[in-house]
Nanobody, 121 residues
Framework: QVQLVESGGGLVQAGGSLRLSCVAS????????MAWYRQAPGKQRELVAQ???????NYADSVKGRFTISSDNTKNVAYLQMDSLKPEDTAVYYC???????????????WGKGTLVTVSS
């Protein structure tokens, strides 16, 4: 059983910062990549940032230069540092992991339950 648990959400004023954390735990052989998605009210879930086990990163255009994804592969933890936050960043942020639970198992998607980020104007 694999669990992803997010933390660090909350209420912040525009221009402020927050740091989200995601811990993957359980039966894990390897983590190929971790990512942050977000879903605002009435909108589809969208990719915010992704980091591979090799350290390659990918960002949505809307957050480039403001958000930074990082990870600690030894602890199966991913972080999202969010700076210069805008009201349009308000959403539930979900952690995603591409995880292999045994040496021979397929890589599967795992999701956390989400953490709410609210940016006030």
């Amino acid at each position: 059983q694999v669990q992803l648990v997010e933390s660090g959400g909350g209420l912040v004023q525009a221009g402020g910062s927050l740091r989200l954390s995601c811990v993957a735990s359980g039966t894990i052989f390897s983590v190929n990549a971790m990512a942050w998605y977000r879903q605002a009210p009435g909108k589809q879930r969208e990719l915010v940032a992704q980091i591979t086990s090799g350290g390659s990163t990918n960002y949505a255009d809307s957050v480039k230069g403001r958000f930074t994804i990082s990870s600690d592969n030894t602890k199966n933890v991913a972080y999202l540092q969010m700076d210069s936050l805008k009201p349009e960043d308000t959403a539930v942020y979900y952690c995603n992991g591409l995880i292999r639970v045994t040496k021979i198992s397929a890589i599967r998607d795992y999701w956390g339950k989400g953490t709410l980020v609210t940016v006030s104007s």
